[in-house]
């Protein structure tokens, strides 16, 4: 249920927490947290957050929930070193680029990007007046962009579970998408459920 606190403040004193509960709230924008460089775990989740930013001094930070708010684009991570676990599942990823930033936060070995709208297929959502390409156009993008995030999945060497249920390129928008990650990516046991020997 909502509990009503809009802006992330008045924590400067509490300097020795180790894990911040703030789910379901109206928060628009990560501050306030500068002080809380003993955190290793912050649930967010259930607010209204567009923008990642504002974590650079909580080095010792290991979790982050950032589900379910209106994130569009992972940045900010990388300068956490110790950060192993990330939710932002139910945000508004839409792409490769939204989430390319994943290939530089090396100690992941978590990542939630469920029910997002995360697609390989290129739309431009702004033409409407009927200039639309057609459905070769759409298998042409999707065909290009295929090897974008499968190559950038590759990357993520730590990452040993990784949930993308809910998002169109992992709803057979690409043909074999399971079976090409878990090959590029070998460290996988989870991809949207277990990842089973006869896979590999």
Request: with cysteine.
């Amino acid at each position: 249920s909502f509990k009503g606190y809009r802006k992330i403040e008045n924590l400067d004193a509490y300097t020795g927490l180790r894990a911040l509960h703030a789910e379901a709230n109206g928060f628009t924008v990560l501050e306030g947290l500068s002080e809380l460089r003993q955190l290793r775990a912050l649930y967010l989740k259930s607010n209204l957050i567009a923008k990642i930013e504002g974590l650079d001094t909580l080095q010792n930070l290991v979790t982050l929930d950032l589900s379910e708010n209106s994130i569009t684009k992972l940045e900010g991570l990388s300068s956490l070193p110790n950060l192993s676990t990330l939710n932002v599942s139910k945000n508004s990823l839409k792409n490769v680029d939204s989430i390319r930033h994943v290939e530089d936060c090396k100690a992941l070995t978590s990542v939630d990007l469920s029910n997002n709208c995360i697609s390989t297929i290129c739309r431009d959502d702004g033409d409407d007046d009927g200039n639309r390409g057609g459905e070769d156009d759409e298998n042409a993008n999707a065909n290009t962009n295929t090897n974008d995030i499968i190559d950038l999945l590759s990357k993520c060497h730590g990452v040993t579970a990784l949930n993308l249920a809910g998002n169109p390129v992992s709803n057979n928008e690409i043909s074999h998408f399971r079976k090409k990650l878990i090959v590029a990516l070998k460290s996988l046991n989870y991809l949207d459920r277990p990842v089973f020997d006869q896979e590999r």
